[in-house]
DNA sequence: AACGTATCCGCAAACGTTACCGATACTTTT
DNA sequence: AAAAGTATCGGTAACGTTTGCGGATACGTT
């Protein structure tokens, strides 16, 4: 028989249900309900969880309150310098490690900042990183990295896990599918400071960091033109991204500048992979009045193009003259080498990580200034020099 | 005059000093002692932190427990249909975003899986990255990356920032200067889990995951010897990385099997910055009886002596065959193309995330296998083509 | 003595969740 | 109808910090 654990009477109990698969038992004589807990099963698969020595035990140790050990942790001042040193040395001994879990929790922030990119794959988003993280570090922050894939749906619950991870601020370069903001106009009503960079939106009400991408290609082009080459064609990205149009725009602007006509079939824009670099390329070269330049928007594309140009025979940069976008590194080695733009990469990162950092310090919503653009560099190699 | 605020008395009121700055005073009365709030300075500078909403105004709103509604939004069982759906509905209403922080402190885990490079300027890395990253965020677990810098010192910084972050497990890739331990003898006594990948060690009793440099080094020089190159010099890496014992053991091993004497004159080792490079290509280059090959340990290396031996006239493959390491992309493009060898990176990023996942899910400690090698591949292009 | 001052320390309430242990009302079985 | 079982829900103690404010003590000053 059961005894109970309350009245100790032994005839008075009866079962009363099920709790979690465990058989309930109610007394009769003193109306107490109880499980029996598990007959110790023996669990050591359950691993007592190794203990981390916390506040409490320095606290414990040297016979003085929490708070007091935590002061002496934080250099407060309204403490004895010897018991400072005390809790100093517990901790020492006690190889104390400070929570920073509980630490976030009742501070409410996290010293990390979220990073949210499209892809990996260029050395573009690499760099940034580079430059973000070294400032970021350098101030104490973390930085915790995300990859959209490219992908709306994913940019999405990216989002939302730095916002259930309680980031102190995001910066964010967008999808090629992204259209629609809500996601991110969450930060603004909740307060926490957002910055866009590279691929930027008018949607939001958020600084944003950007190169010229406007200027920039127009220089491409102009140096195109000025290298004696008639009809050049653009294979360009998506149109909803703002750096495509911004880019196409720059191109128009050249031609019109110098009074060339604008041939619209000599105008591709779409996500520019290799494969479909391939095929835009194939189609433009095999044009039965095929163009004798391409400024293409990133140098993979660019180099796809010079390729198939030497399968074809044709020579670059005599018959075609190419210049692409972004200087990766390869476009240094490539053939004649290849013309292109040079990104201010780092220096993306680094502003725009200083840039966050300001608007954490100011509590108050300064009006900041909306926008940073970023210079960019013409690198003048091998494939778009004819003239000379 | 003042009242005590507690027993109301006027006239028993003393100052009894100064508590932070304000006066403070005590009842002689009921013995209160107290100090008189600040005249509420109207401090609007203090912007009343926006409310986040949580489980509790859940609860309230629809007026039942904290507990109920955090089971309700897991999906646990013992729970009403009608219930669970009406705290969803309430949580859509209210914008309700879980609290992660508080999540992590009550659960003592973060479900972050921290990361350590030495650097990011390679595609090395970032590759890796890519591949762990995709694995681990397909399993909901989020990647805080920190960089070392090659920095012995910054590694152990980053290594104590992330057991304060609580991470759940650690991938570290060492330092070149990384000869002493005991920050990852840490993770060890603490039970986190933690795996070394491509810069390891053997003093810490942790899983590894490497490429076969041994085989990799010992097939480039084989391939040199096999094209016909005699004397065949190799600039290695610092002699403290692993890495570079086995690529060095390798190049010897194929030598030694091919009859060639070792010639130590012609074996380089140290940290391999562009500029190192150029120096000791330039020794090797103007030795009087230079070599007529070289293995280097990375490509940049090996793209140094090859744009070096441009200079000089020294015509690559036929005078001097040329081999890299790592396969980074501009190494395609290059000359005649470096010969290199690829390294899976992706490959190693997503076994070494997935290892990870796996002694997480393992309460126990396990006998894990100790270490993983993963396969590379020669890839031959023109630098090394002398006998065709 | 009686009062004023300065210094140091402790109490306890947050922070938002989770999970254990019960409790209640209702349904089914004996 | 009593006993047993089921389905839901609530109370509350953790988790480890930080911090505002009250309390105690020792010392200085009338």
Redesign the interface.
Known sequence: MIACPKCSEVGSIMKAGYV?NKQRYVCKNCNYFFTLSAPEQLSS?K?S??H?TTIIDIARSIGVSNSTVSRALHGHVDINPETRQAVLDMAAKLDY??????Y??VK?K?N?IGMIVPE??N?FF??V??GA?DVL?AEGY??????SNESYAVEVSNT??M????IDGLLISLTQETNSFEHLQVFEK??IPLILFNRVCDDVAAPKVVVNDFEASFMAVEHLILNGYERIAHLGGPLNLLVSRERLRGYRAALEKHGKSIEEDLIIQGMLSQQKARIYGKYLLELENRPDAVFAVNDSAA?EIMLMAAEKGIRVPEELGVVGFSD???S????PGLTTIRQPTLEMGKTTAKWILQMLDA??EMNFPQERILKTELVIRGSSLRKA
């Open positions: 979690r698969t691993k969880r190794r981390q490690q400070p929570n920073q879990l509980a976030n929790l409410s996290t990390t990996f794959h050395p690499p760099n990183i580079i993280h570090t973390n930085l915790t990295i995300m990859q939302k896990a916002l259930a991870n309680r909740r307060g180099i990766n590194p390869e240094a080695y490539i053939g509590e108050e």
